[in-house]
């Protein structure tokens, strides 16, 4: 992961990668994360098994999932700028994860995923 800060917004970076197997379909990492959640980016690998599709979930240390969007296809940017009312407080760790919507028992992907947090 690497950090870059830019007056109060911070963006840290993950690269996700998910080797193909008989069971692939999560990838995570974790990180400690503080702020408000402003933007979640995603961009999705070129190709993935089974037409699949992609979450990105973010779970906080008692596993609640505190963010989440679904739907996403591959070869795809999103951007997920959340409004005013929908953002969301983030304090401590988190793990940052991927599901694919299909096991990926032939492709091996990498998910690049960019959070926006105001501090």
């Known amino acids: 992961m690497a950090d870059i800060f ?3 917004i911070k963006r840290p970076k993950y690269s996700l990668a998910l080797t ?3 069971s692939a379909n999560t ?3 974790t990180a400690t994360l503080n702020g408000l959640l402003r933007e979640a ?3 999705t690998p070129t190709a ?3 037409a699949a599709t992609l979450t ?3 779970i906080d240390v008692d596993g609640y999932t505190v963010y989440t969007k679904s739907g996403i ?3 795809t940017s999103s951007i997920n700028l959340l409004t005013n009312d929908l953002r969301v ?3 401590g760790s988190y793990t940052v994860q991927i599901v694919f919507s299909a096991n990926q028992t032939a492709t091996d992907t990498t998910t690049a995923v960019v959070l926006l947090i105001e501090s």
Do not use: M, W
Request: no cysteine; net charge positive.
């Open 6 to 8: 830019t007056g109060r």
């Open 20 to 22: 193909h197997g008989a």
């Open 27 to 29: 990838v995570s990492a």
């Open 41 to 43: 980016i995603i961009k």
């Open 48 to 50: 993935v098994d089974g």
């Open 56 to 58: 990105l979930n973010l």
């Open 73 to 75: 296809a591959a070869n």
């Open 89 to 91: 407080p983030l304090s």
